[in-house]
Structure formats: structure tokens, C-alpha cells
């Protein structure tokens, strides 16, 4: 059926599968390789493309390619980590940068040679590393550069082997499809492959997998659980399949009631509903760390899972689990062999992973991205509306409701020097803020403080300068800028619990938040807004961080922009409902997560 097959190497790169996911929507059948792959996996292989990753080529421990991948005579394209390693294994010389590059970087292509055939002069790409090749191998020359990397991208034309030290796969590459695309000609491919027939092959899979048993799924009502029960139900029929809709006491105002709504009109009627409030925050008392927090979480879906299925009298023996599990999921939990953990998402805890080791757990959509989970759903005939709604995380406001276990934490005296060096140079003033997110830079996580702007009223700006603060200053993965805050005291760290009167609070300051973009019409014009409650207090009250991003498969993403005098207005209905200062997050994905945790 597929005429052309190009193999991904995966080095633990984040968006590995996402470079899978690029090439299959150019009409070429993709698969992810091993990095000790042999000959005979290479059989049939148009070309090949190695995958960034989190190691240094010269850790003790970095992934390595295969004799019959560095000699295959295929065309070969290197990205990040994999342009590194082929420089190094052909001879050529790698070094630590003197700029780490996080976020955009304007790339000046040699626009003559045929990988870069229809390339504007400078165009934006993708930038997430440490490393960079300074010296080429023999037979290499440059193809392509940015300020601060001079060999962006190289080529060996002979051998058809090219490097390039940023991630095309990614949307905010703006003309990585065009690179792809040219790759694939130069691979011979004729792009017939068809997205379409992934229902169909699903199907056979789930029926496979399922023959001779149920199947028990956990429904948040989100966007992938929705698509895995509808796949479900298409596939075995729904006296074969069981939903089960928990209330944690961690989801947004109203959400259970909506979620049940929408489900009986739809027509699925196989789900049942259990409130489990006082099961997850007992769970959550005194837990301040967020992969702890995480992990309770997902432990605790399991423990209410397992009394579901007693109290319903269903043998275990003849059910499986299913979960809406989708790839980012997998991959930020370092799930893949070389990958690191970004952060440990609740359907990928001990507990869990020792039941997919079994066989014991059905995930039809683990292998996708968010923008094909919303493509499936809308062949399987999902209302537009549920398709489209923002993403919202498994552990709901558990991951935005921001813990901490003493006040009066301080800053490193060095980190604020240099944060305020940065900031006097370009006039501004600003602090570094006394608490500390999860955030993912050169491929693996960093937990570390965000840097607060007062000003300036300008995105592109902003947007410069948060590039220039987090690629520069190691100790930043965040940059935030403040909209509005009531008059008096600093910004100040507080004891922070997990606990029913703060979500209350985020539960409330996100109802509004979320009201604000339908009645502006803002609403589809971002990908996701988290509203996040973190563990400080400015003239003692609350503080909210607004992180509104674009993105499209959840591994990469941009701050959104929003209309400043909308955001006052936004500011004036919050301050009223006892928020003491509003922030926004100006920072992209990577070096800052989507979630803030």
C-alpha cells in the first residue's frame, strides 16, 4: 500500500514522533526507528531522518547510531542532537555554544541549494540547544546560518547527507514543511500515503487487542477521551465498552454536569459517573512537589478505578483498561528509551506502566498528536464544538494550582544581578519572582524561577526580550509580564496548600477568565489558556499568572497576544473577585511548558 517508507531515528528527542506525524501529512508512510537498528531494518527505507534529543554528543551516556545507520547510503537529514552526532561520527567537531538557543531564530538559508528550493531569505525556525557543530567533516560545507550559530545547516551533497540545528518538525518553524518536503524529493518519494486510512487501521488494532474482552475507559470529557470512547464504541460496539466519568474535585466550574449533558445527548449512553472529591484531596494533603502531586493524582484515578469495577461487579479478567492517552503524554514522561522526563502525566505512573507491560491497557490514540486526535474525532463524527474545545489536563487544576511549603522563599543574589543587568540594558524594570516552574529546555526538563517585567506594552518587544532573558540567564525558564497589580508591598512567597478553598478560588478566577474569551470572541483564536494560581501574594491577596499559547500538537507552542485594553478589562473583573495582581506569560514552548505546575 505504501509505495515509500522513511525511517525516524529516535535519539529522545520531544518531537520525534512529531516528525513521524510531518512526513505522513506530506503523504509519506513514516515509522520511528530504533538508534541500534540493523541492516534489515533499514530494507525498503526511502531515507532516513535522525531526531534531536536531550543529551550532549559527548555525555557518557548519549545515544549512539548504529553502524548501519551512519553508512546506509540513504539520504539522510540530522536534526538538533542528530545533525550534531553525524558532524561528530564523520570526523567534524562539536562544542558547547556560547549562546544556548531557546525559541525563534531568523535563519538565513542557502536558498540555491535544492533542501531549501522556494525558502524566504530569512525565515523563522525553531531553536532548542546547547550544543552546536563548529568544525565540519570533510566533504561538508555550510548551507545555511543565524546570528548566533554559524553552521545551521550543512550538506554533504555527494553522499545526500544534510544537517540542520534546529527542529523544522515543529509549527513555529514557519517553513519546516517546505524543508521536509524538499527532503522527501530528494528521497525519491511520491507523497501518495493517505491520513484516511488510519480509521480503518485503528479498528483492526483495537479488535485485535480486545478480542474476547471489554473495555473499561476513564472519560474526563475532554477532547481525547471523547475521541478514544467514540473509536471505541465504533470499533467493538457499546455492550463491549464502559465509560467511567471521575469527579476529582480538580475540574472547572461545572464541568462534570456539562460533561454528563453532552454525553446522554450524544447517545452515549454505556458511562457512569462517580464522585471521588474527598478520595483525590485526601491524597493531595501536604504534597507540594508537582510530580508528587501528579503522581497522587494518577495513583488515585487507579484506586477509584479499582472500586468502580468491584462496585460494579465487573471481573477484571474480562476487562481491560483504556485510556485517551495521546503522544506528548508519553513522550514528556520519558517514556522512550533515550527521552527525559519533562513531567510525569497521571496515565503514566508506576502503577500504569507495569499494566501496558501486561497488555492489559488499550490506548488507540497514544501514537497521535493533538491536531490528529481533532482530525480523528471529526471522521468519527464528533460535534465541532467538543473538537475544538481548549485542551484541559488530565490532573485538571491540581497542575495550575501552584504549592508551596515555606513563605519568605528568596533568590539567588547572583540570578537577580544578572536578571537586572539584562533589564537595565533594555530600560525596563523587573524581578525575579521567588517561586519556581517546570519548564523544558535542549530537549529536558528544568525547574527553575520566573522573571517578572514591569512593562513594556509592546509584544514584539516582550517577545525579544523573553527570548533574550531565558536563553541567556540558565536559572529563568519563564518570563512574565504584569498587567495589573493592586498598590502597596512587594511580590511575596506564601504557604501554599492543595486544598478545596484554593481551588475554589482558581476555580472561580478560571470561570471568568474563560467567559472573558467568549463574550470578546477570543475564544478560537488561542490554542489553550491555563490560568494558573501560584503560591504568592501581592498586598496579600492572590496572585493569577494568565498563560494564553498557539499551538497545534502540543509540543511546541507561542504566547498568544491579546488585545492590551481587553486584558484591562480583564484585570478590573478579577481584581474584583479578590485577585491582588494579574500576570501573562510571555514565554514559548520550549523553554517554558504549556502547564505551569
Known sequence: MHMEKVGVVDFGGQYTHLIARRVRQLGVYSEVLSAQCGPEDLKGLSGLIFSGGPSSVYDADAPMASAALLDSGLPTLGLCYGHQLISLKKGGEVKRGTVHEFGPADFHPDRSHPLFAGLSEASIVWMSHGDEVKKLPDGFHRIGFTVDCDLAAVANDSKRIYGLQFHPEVTHSEEGMVIFKNFLTLC??????????????????????????????????????????????????????????????????????????????????????????????????????????????????????????ESLHLDSKE????????????????????????????????????????GLVVEPLADLYKDEVRELGLLL?????????????????????????????????????????QLAAEGLEGEVLPIESVGVQGDSRTYAHPCLLKGPRDWDRADKISVALTNRVREV???????????GGSY??????????????????????????????????????????????????????????????????????????????????????????????????????????
Open 477 to 487: 525558564n519563564r518570563v512574565v509580564l504584569e498587567l495589573g497589580a493592586l498598590p
Open 319 to 358: 476487562w481491560l483498561l483504556a485510556q485517551g492517552t495521546i503522544y506528548p503524554d508519553t513522550i514528556e514522561s520519558g517514556a522512550t528509551k533515550n527521552s527525559a522526563v519533562i513531567k510525569t502525566h497521571h496515565n503514566r505512573v508506576g502503577a500504569i506502566m507495569e499494566l501496558l507491560e501486561l
Open 381 to 421: 463524527g464528533i460535534p465541532e464544538k467538543l473538537i475544538w474545545r481548549h485542551p484541559f489536563p488530565g490532573p485538571g487544576l491540581g497542575v495550575r494550582l501552584l504549592c508551596n511549603k515555606e513563605a519568605g522563599r528568596t533568590v539567588d543574589a547572583g540570578v537577580t544581578a544578572r536578571i537586572q543587568a
Open 188 to 309: 525519491g518519494c511520491r507523497f501518495t500515503w493517505k491520513v484516511a486510512d488510519y480509521v480503518i487501521s485503528l479498528e483492526d488494532k483495537i479488535r485485535k487487542q480486545c478480542e474476547g474482552r471489554k473495555v473499561f475507559l476513564l472519560v474526563s470529557g475532554g477532547v481525547d477521551s471523547t475521541v478514544a470512547f467514540a473509536l471505541l464504541n465504533r470499533a467493538l460496539g457499546p455492550e463491549r465498552v464502559l465509560g467511567l466519568h471521575i469527579d476529582n474535585g480538580l475540574m472547572r466550574k461545572n464541568e462534570s454536569a456539562d460533561v454528563i449533558e453532552f454525553m446522554n445527548r450524544e447517545g452515549f449512553h454505556n458511562l457512569k459517573v462517580r464522585d471521588a472529591t474527598g478520595d483525590f484531596l485526601k491524597a493531595l494533603e501536604g504534597v507540594y512537589a508537582p510530580e508528587q502531586k501528579r503522581k497522587a493524582i494518577g495513583d488515585t484515578f487507579l484506586t477509584v478505578k479499582d472500586d468502580a469495577l
Open 492 to 597: 511575596k512567597s506564601v504557604t501554599a496548600l492543595c486544598e478545596k478553598a484554593r481551588l475554589d478560588f482558581l476555580r472561580e478566577a478560571d470561570d471568568i477568565c474563560t467567559q472573558f474569551l467568549m463574550s470578546e470572541n477570543l475564544y478560537s483564536s488561542i490554542w489553550q489558556m491555563p490560568v494558573v494560581l501560584v503560591p504568592m501574594e501581592k498586598a496579600g491577596k492572590p496572585v493569577i499568572v494568565l498563560r494564553p499559547v498557539v499551538s497545534s500538537e502540543a509540543m511546541t507552542a507561542r504566547f498568544a497576544v491579546l488585545p492590551f485594553p481587553l486584558l484591562d478589562k480583564l484585570w478590573e473583573r478579577l481584581k474584583a473577585a479578590g485577585v491582588g495582581a494579574l500576570l501573562y506569560d510571555i514565554t514559548h514552548k520550549p523553554p517554558g511548558t504549556i502547564e505551569w505546575e
